[in-house]
Structure formats: structure tokens, C-alpha cells
């Protein structure tokens, strides 16, 4: 459409220009009478203006029709264009040559106009594009006819679908009726868009109606400045909230206009309405009335370049707070002052707790200078209870008088000891008055501090009262009257144990409450002094009437330190003197402490160093060599002295028992020969009751047979017995020897099983092995131990039931397990269950007979081997016998 147009105006054009030279013509024509010489006066202006209208092509038409109308009308001969001289050449050639010129000029300066616009329409395109605020033009419907890309991606639409659509269609609707006058608005109006997407965008619209009817708007995108505000008053809040947490509000003081600007936290640290207009003056009003010189004079300062940093008082509600003010000063170029900016902080919390450091240093350098006193006093007293025995109780109790008398400045002390108000103090200590008159103090009295005293008949004698008491009414001669008095009881762990009693204080009417403070202080020291010096007087007779005690034992007794220092013995210990090696230092050592075995006993493992540790020892029989080789046999118990839950010592007591090691040696050699005896008539018996089975003829009577099968059972059974008797024998005296060799100890237990199955017919008897298990034992008696547990684990388990046998590894030694299912052993009966001749009470009312040696003697062995042997039972479940045997010999 716009081609068409711009056509039809270009003709128009041409037909204009073309119509100016027949306009010269007229003009010219008309005044040529009055200027007949000029007759290309009106044809140049006419060919200029052509040109200019309608460009070079209309120029040169109007040059050469403006030259054949001049030629045909004005140069004679007239009417001729052919017949005129060559004379008139040159000015027809002038005349054509700047209707030419006048052509190619315009010509020339429209495509210079063309070219500007050209470029001012790409610059102006270029702007469009590349603008980052949206512009939307809209015909007068609002309808849009253009949007730049920036409007595009604002809104999320295409350019396509943006064409078509009117602004009132993109416009938030609560808007809408202020759309209506956005295209008469002069300034800009802040809205939200909708987005393709139907999310909303802020947006600030501006609109201005263009030359040609049409309308443009600005978009410009605001969601970012939007976040700023917000973050602004996000951060607004922030400060306002901290200033109000912190105590800390900021001011501005504009100079010239005199005001006041405070934040929020001012205002509610000085109390005033928010928002209340504040002069400089107004300000100082508001300040405590002593300190707004102070606070005037600062700000006078700043005026001149001084820091202004003060500290004054304000009044709020009643209550005087403490604020500090901190401020700069802003100059002009001419150095005079234009505002002032500052803070304010609450320091009240801070004055007070100021105030209340102050006092309490006050009252820590009271308290330590008491405490220095106090503490030289104790150190007095603590001097005078170490010099014990040097020193006495009377001694003692002197110094403590003395150092009460030079804490309070008292003229007159007395200190008693004693607890019962119808006795007299014993002793009694008096310093500032005479014998005679401290003797008329009241027996005993109880202190009541600096009330008085409570005397015999328990009234209470007030101080103001004591002058007209009898029992002070003997004070030194001259002394017109006892000003004050002070009565502090003196204990011991709660327990009274006697009294201070101060008169008459130097220099002050009545004692101070320091005073007593003091004075019960050194009573609380002065109570456990006295106490160690009562005690230690005591002590000595305890001590002497314990060491007579202990020297009518029989029994050798030592006491000894943490350090293993003998601190107390008997005569009997005595005999055997410090360096018996029971106790003392290694190098002090003189006799051998040595186990029954032989074996020597390590330092460390000697009775008095085992209780030292915590241990407690009842009857461990030990073996003393002397010098001389002599071994005397003892039994030995120990315990260790407990203080405070640390052991501060241990008390070993021994004796001799050299005659019942004989008499047990004697029973045991008795013992191996009545078994060494038995051995051959049972042997002959055996051997006879085979002969007589094997002679025996067919025919016989079963009775005879079975009587002989009996007999031979028994003998059997004895033979066994007299082996157990032999062995116990052996190990009582510890000469049971093993000869061990490296044996599998899984094949070891199979040969067991299998013989014990041939033994002990329908008996469930199942080994468990983890293969090899290879041991340092020896295969005779570890088979003897295994027939003794396999033959208790058939006999007392319940019948039927499976037992059970696992050899397998533990640690660095190999485990032997032999567990049956039966009544089990009660807890109780488990530790002496290894002892001789000891049967649990089932088994002894059972009907399995036996001597109880059997556990004893597999003990035995299995501890000749160097290794352990216990028992795990549950009552009612499962009885489990466990042998720990060494892999290898032992490296000595």
C-alpha cells in the first residue's frame, strides 16, 4: 500500500515541475513590456524549482522546454527556432548549460537527502532492535502494528503473535481502567503485563502519540528494581530489627535547617512519639538536666574537628538510662559544618554491670586482704599442730587465741574446750585479762554470735548486759565498762567442740559482722587443729595398748605404708626381722620368698605389694629360705588399709605352720604306702579270680560263676582306686611327673571315645574336631583324664542323651570340651568340685559310688602340663568340663 502512494506522488511531482516553465512563460509573457531585455528572468527559478521538485529528469525536461518556449517566443526572429544567428548560440547554450547544472545539483543533493534518510531509518531500526525496553506501536484501535524484539522476549510472544493484540489484552485487568487515559498521560504509569505463559510482570509503561495518528509505548521491565525495593526494605527491617535487639539507633542533625532525623530505636530509647519534629535544643531537653553541659560542650567540639564520642544520662518512664552518642561531622569546601551523623547506643546494662564490678572488686580486695589474714592465722596454727609432740593441747590452743586476738583488734579472748554446760572448759585459755577474773567465767556458755552468750541457767546475757552480770563482773580494775562482745562456737565436722569468746574491741563500740565472719572462719580451722592435738594425745596410749595387743599373738603381724615401709609388728614378725622378704624394697631383701613349689616369688608378686594393690589374700601358704638355707613353711594373709578409697597401706599376718607341713607329710607318706601295700594282695586276688573262671568246668553252678565275675569286678575297682589313691598321693606332694610329646590331640580324644563306647555299652558319645589339633601333652595321662570325664559325663548325665567332646583351637593353646545333659551343678558346689574326696550332694545321695578324687587328680595332670582346667554348668541343662593344654613346651 505504501508503494502505490509514494508512485502516485512522484508523478504529481513530474507534472508540476513540468508546469513551470508554461508559468514563466505567463509571467514572463505579461512582463515583458516592462523588461523586454530579460527574457530568461522567470524560465531559471522555473527549471530551479522543477528540479528541486521532481528531480533531474524533470530538471532537463523543464531546461529544454523552458529553452523552446524562449526561442519561440522572446528571441527574434519570433516564432522561429532555426533562423536565429549564431550570435544567440551562447546565450542559449549559457541558458542550457544552468538549466544542466541546476538539474545535476538537486539531483545530487536528493540523493544526499535520500542517503540521510536511509541511514537515519537503519540507525532508527537498529535502536528498535536493539533497545532493552519493549516498544509497542498501536494504531488509534490500540490494536499493535510493531513490537521490537525486546517486547517480544519480555512478554514471551512471538512477533507474529504480538501483531493483532491490543495492549488492553496484555495489561493486568485490575488495571484496565487506568489504561483508558494511558495514551493522554504525560508521565509513565507502573503496571504488570501478562506473560504468554500466564505468569505477571511489573512493567513501567510510557506512551506517546507519533506524527502520523499512531500510538508508541515503552515497556520497560521493573521486576529487578522491584527485588531492589524490596531487598531495600527487607534490609530496612533488618537494621531497624537489629538497632532494636543491639540497643543502637543513628541520627542525622541537618545544620542549616536545625532538625533532627532519628531512627525508630531513638525513639524508643529516649521514650518519645515516633515521628515527633526534634531541634538541636529540643534534643538537649530531652537530656538528664546534669549532663547536658557536658553533652553541649562535646558537640561544640565536633563543630571544630574534635571527636565526638560521650556517655550521658537520660529519664524515661522514671528510670535512668545510660546512652552513649558517637558522631561525624560533614564539612563544605569552605570547612563549615553542614550535618552531622551519629549513633546512639542503650549502655545501660553495661553502667550497671560496671557499677556492680566496682563492687564487687571492692569486695575482693576486702575479701583477700581477709583471706591473707585468715590464711597467715591457719599457717600459725598449722605450725603450732606440726610441732607436735614438742608442743602441747595448751600450746595449741594459745596460738589460736592469739591469732583471733590480732584478726578482731579484741582486748580480751577466751577459748575453751568442752561440750557440756555443767562442766568447765578443760583447758581454758585467757589472754587480755587475769587468772582470777577468767576463772569467773560461766562454765561453758554457747556462743550465739554477737548477740551474747547463753550462760548455765540458758538465759541469754545480751552484750549491752554483760557489765551487770556477776559472772563478768570481775574485768580488769580501771576498765569502766565491756563495750562489745562476740561469741563464736568452735566445731569440728559438726560436732561442737568448744568456744571463742572476744570482748571489748580496740578502737570500734561493737565487733562488725567481718569480725565474726572471720572469727568463724578461724573457728572452722581452728576446730579440726584442736581436734588432731585432742587425738594425738590419745593416741599415743591407743598405740601403745594396740602394740601390747598384738604382741600376745601368736600369729606373726606387719603393717606397712603405701611405700612398703613396716610401720607397725609384733614380736613374732620381729623374729624374722624386716628383711624377711614378706615385705620391704627389693634390694633390702635378705630371706628368699619362694612359692610351695619352689618356684621364687617376683617382687612385685610378694603379700604386702599384692595388697598394696587391692588384693586380699586368705591363708596362701609362701616358703621363706634364710641365709642359711633353712625353708620355713608359713601361711599367709593380707588386706589391704583403705583411706579415702586409696590404699594408704596393708597389714600381712603369717604363721608358722612348719608342724602341719609334717603332719601332712607323714599322712601322705602314710597314704602311698598303705596304697603301695594294697596293690599286691589285690593283684594276687585278681590273678587268682582269673584262674579260677578260666579253670572253671562247664558244668559248674552260675552261682559260683557269677560270684567269681563279682569278685573280680571288685578287685578291679579297688585296683582302681588304690591308682586314684596314689595319684592324689602324687599330686598333694607334688611329685606327679608327665612326659609330654607332641600328640594330635583330636585323634588322642577319638581313641578315648571308642574305648569308653566299648565300656560303656549304649552310652552316645560324639567327637567334634576342626581337624589336626596337635598338642605338648602327655598321651597316658591326658587319656586318664579323658576316661575320668567321659566315665562322669555317662554316669551322672541324663540316660540316653548325647555327650558330647570338641577339641579345637583357643588363642595359643588347644581347648578339650566334654559336655553331657543332666541335673547339672549348682553354682555353689562348683568351686569345691576339684577338691579331694568332694562329691556334689546329689552325687553322694546317688547310686553311682566313688571317692572323689577323680576331678582332683584330671586337675592335677592337667596343671602338670602347665595348663587350666574349670567347669560351666547351668542347673537343669548342660554340665561342660574344659582342659586348656599348652601347643608346644614352654620356653624354660
Not at 359 to 375: G, I, N, Y
Not at 833 to 840: D, E, G, Q, S
Request: glycine share 8%.
Amino acid at each position: 500500500m505504501a508503494v502505490p502512494l509514494a508512485a502516485g506522488g512522484s508523478q504529481l511531482r513530474l507534472l508540476v515541475s513540468l508546469s513551470l516553465p508554461f508559468l514563466a512563460l505567463a509571467v514572463q509573457s505579461l512582463l515583458w513590456r516592462l523588461v523586454p531585455s530579460t527574457w530568461f528572468l522567470f524560465f531559471y527559478p522555473a527549471i530551479f524549482f522543477a528540479a528541486a521538485l521532481a528531480g533531474l529528469r524533470a530538471g532537463l525536461t523543464s531546461t529544454a522546454l523552458s529553452a523552446v518556449l524562449v526561442w519561440w517566443f522572446f528571441v527574434p526572429p519570433a516564432q522561429q527556432l532555426v533562423k536565429h544567428t549564431p550570435a544567440m548560440l551562447v546565450p542559449m547554450s549559457v541558458f542550457i548549460g544552468m538549466g544542466v547544472a541546476f538539474s545535476v545539483f538537486h539531483e545530487r543533493l536528493r540523493r544526499a537527502e535520500r542517503d540521510v534518510a536511509a541511514a537515519t531509518r537503519d540507525l532508527a531500526t537498529s535502536l528498535v532492535e536493539q533497545a532493552p525496553d519493549g516498544i509497542l506501536i498501536a494504531d488509534d484501535a490500540g490494536r499493535l502494528t510493531e513490537a521490537n524484539p525486546a517486547a517480544c522476549h519480555m512478554l514471551g510472544y512471538s512477533r507474529g503473535e504480538l501483531l493483532g493484540l491490543t495492549l488492553l489484552e496484555l495489561l493486568h485487568t485490575d488495571d484496565s481502567d487506568r489504561i483508558e487515559d494511558l495514551w493522554g498521560l504525560s508521565g509513565a504509569l507502573e503496571s504488570s503485563v501478562r506473560r504468554k505463559d500466564g505468569t505477571e510482570l511489573p512493567v513501567e509503561i510510557r506512551a506517546t502519540r507519533l506524527t502520523n495518528g499512531r500510538w508508541q509505548a515503552f515497556v520497560r521491565d521493573v521486576s529487578a528494581r522491584r527485588r531492589v525495593e524490596e531487598a531495600l526494605r527487607e534490609r530496612q527491617s533488618d537494621l531497624d530489627r537489629a538497632q532494636s535487639v543491639a540497643g543502637v539507633g543513628s541520627w542525622q542533625l541537618d545544620l542549616r535547617r536545625d532538625e533532627v532525623h532519628w531512627s525508630d530505636e531513638c525513639y524508643r530509647l529516649f521514650g518519645v512519639p515516633h515521628g515527633t519534629s526534634l531541634t538541636y535544643g529540643g534534643f538537649l531537653d530531652l537530656l538528664h538536666p546534669d549532663d547536658r553541659a557536658d553533652v553541649d560542650r562535646a558537640w561544640r567540639g565536633a563543630l571544630a574537628g574534635a571527636p565526638f564520642d560521650v556517655e550521658h544520662r537520660i529519664v524515661v518512664a522514671g528510670e535512668v538510662k545510660w546512652i552513649r552518642e558517637r558522631a561525624e561531622v560533614d564539612f563544605d569546601g569552605a570547612g563549615l559544618p553542614l550535618r552531622g551523623i551519629g549513633t546512639m547506643q542503650d549502655i545501660t546494662l553495661r553502667k550497671r554491670a560496671d557499677e556492680a564490678l566496682r563492687r564487687a572488686h571492692d569486695v575482693e580486695r576486702r575479701l583477700r586482704a581477709e583471706l591473707e589474714d585468715l590464711t597467715r592465722a591457719a599457717a600459725a596454727v598449722s605450725e603450732a599442730v606440726a610441732d607436735l609432740p614438742r608442743s602441747d593441747l595448751a600450746t595449741v590452743l594459745q596460738v589460736i587465741a592469739r591469732q583471733a586476738q590480732t584478726l578482731t583488734d579484741a582486748r580480751y579472748v577466751g577459748l575453751g574446750i568442752g561440750t557440756d554446760p555443767a562442766v568447765p572448759f578443760d583447758p581454758w585459755i585467757a589472754l587480755g585479762m587475769p587468772e582470777e577474773v577468767a576463772r569467773q567465767i560461766p562454765r561453758n556458755p554457747r556462743p550465739v554470735g554477737l548477740l551474747g552468750v547463753v550462760a548455765r541457767d540458758n538465759r541469754i546475757i545480751r552484750t549491752r548486759d554483760l557489765r551487770r552480770h556477776a559472772a563478768f563482773g570481775g574485768f580488769p580494775p580501771g576498765h569502766p565498762d565491756m563495750r562489745s562482745f562476740l561469741g563464736v562456737p568452735i566445731r569440728f565436722h559438726g560436732r561442737p567442740v568448744g568456744n571463742f569468746f572476744l570482748a571489748d574491741k580496740i578502737g570500734a563500740d561493737e565487733f562488725s559482722v567481718q569480725d565474726q565472719r572471720l572469727i568463724e572462719l578461724l573457728a572452722a580451722r581452728a576446730g579440726a587443729a584442736i581436734e588432731i592435738a585432742t587425738r594425738y594425745v590419745g593416741e599415743a596410749f591407743q598405740r601403745a595398748w594396740l602394740q601390747a595387743v598384738i604382741d600376745q599373738l601368736p600369729e606373726g603381724v606387719i603393717v606397712v605404708d603405701s611405700e612398703s615401709t613396716i610401720v607397725l609388728r609384733n614380736r613374732v614378725a620381729a623374729a624374722l626381722a624386716r628383711r624377711s622378704g614378706l615385705v620391704g624394697h627389693p634390694e633390702d631383701r635378705l630371706y628368699d620368698v619362694r612359692e610351695p613349689s619352689g618356684a621364687p616369688v617376683p617382687f612385685d608378686r610378694t603379700p604386702a605389694n599384692r595388697a598394696l594393690r587391692g588384693e586380699t589374700l586368705v591363708g596362701v601358704e609362701y616358703v621363706i629360705v634364710g641365709p642359711d638355707g633353712r625353708a620355713l613353711p608359713v601361711l599367709v594373709s593380707a588386706t589391704p588399709l583403705v583411706t579415702v578409697g586409696e590404699p594408704a597401706g596393708a597389714a600381712i599376718v603369717f604363721q608358722d605352720i612348719t608342724a602341719l607341713k609334717e603332719l601332712e607329710r607323714l599322712r601322705e607318706e602314710w597314704t602311698s604306702v598303705v596304697a603301695h601295700d594294697l596293690r599286691q594282695p589285690v593283684a594276687v586276688i585278681e590273678l587268682a579270680v582269673e584262674g579260677l573262671l578260666r579253670g572253671l568246668p562247664d558244668a559248674a553252678p552260675e552261682r559260683a560263676r557269677r560270684g567269681l565275675e563279682r569278685i573280680k569286678t571288685a578287685s578291679r575297682r579297688l585296683g582302681r582306686m588304690i591308682d586314684d589313691l596314689l595319684d592324689a598321693s602324687r599330686i598333694e606332694s607334688r611329685r606327679l611327673t608327665v612326659q609330654p610329646r607332641r600328640v594330635d590331640l583330636a585323634a588322642l580324644a577319638a581313641g578315648a571315645v571308642e574305648q569308653a563306647r566299648e565300656t560303656l555299652p549304649g552310652a552316645p558319645i560324639r567327637v567334634v574336631a576342626e581337624g589336626p589339633q596337635p598338642a605338648w601333652v602327655d598321651p597316658d595321662r591326658i587319656q586318664q583324664v579323658l576316661d575320668n570325664l567321659l566315665s562322669n559325663a555317662v554316669k551322672y548325665g541324663e540316660p540316653g542323651r548325647e555327650v558330647r567332646v570338641d577339641v579345637g583351637p583357643r588363642d595359643d593353646a588347644v581347648e578339650l570340651v566334654v559336655t553331657n545333659h543332666g541335673a547339672g551343678i549348682a553354682p555353689d558346689q562348683q568351686r569345691s568340685l576339684f577338691c579331694r574326696f568332694a562329691r556334689t550332694r546329689e552325687a553322694r545321695e546317688g547310686p553311682v559310688p566313688g571317692l572323689g578324687l577323680g576331678l582332683y587328680i584330671s586337675r592335677g595332670i592337667v596343671e602338670a602340663h602347665g595348663g587350666r582346667m574349670w567347669v560351666e554348668s547351668t542347673p537343669g541343662a548342660t554340665t561342660s568340663f574344659h582342659c586348656l593344654l599348652p601347643r608346644g613346651p614352654a620356653p624354660d
